[in-house]
């Protein structure tokens, strides 16, 4: 089993910055990948970054050029800096996991969501 913790989500002014965390602990093996995805309401679910065990990365449409996802592998954590937010981006994010965590090789884990929310 692997826990994901999220943290650092809240309110934010439009122009402004946020950096989400993700803390993975439990039982699990490297390699691993870890992401963001979120969901507004009425709308679906969508990437917003997923970075490899060795520091890939991708980014949902639009948001490369704002958003920067990183990974600290001594900490089992990834980080999500959010900068020059839009209302747009008002969201309840969740963390992702996928690796292997001794019951099968790539199995998927979820946070429980952390709200986002920008205000104009």
């Known amino acids: 089993q692997v826990q994901l913790v999220e943290s650092g989500g809240g309110l934010v002014q439009v122009g402004g910055s946020l950096r989400l965390s993700c803390a993975a602990s439990?039982?699990?093996?490297?390699?691993?990948?870890m992401g963001w995805y979120r969901q507004a309401p009425g709308k679906e679910h969508e990437l917003v970054a997923r970075?490899?065990?060795?520091?890939?990365?991708n980014y949902g449409t639009s948001m490369k050029d704002r958003f920067t996802i990183s990974r600290d592998n001594a900490k089992n954590t990834i980080y999500l800096q959010m900068t020059n937010m839009n209302p747009e981006d008002t969201a309840v994010y969740y963390c992702?996991?996928?690796?292997?965590?001794?019951?099968?090789?790539?199995?998927?884990?979820w946070g429980q969501g952390t709200q986002v929310t920008v205000s104009s």
């Open positions: 439990g039982s699990f093996f490297r390699p691993y990948s």
């Open positions: 992702n996991f996928v690796g292997n965590d001794g019951l099968a090789t790539a199995r998927g884990y």
């Open positions: 970075i490899s065990q060795s520091g890939t990365t």
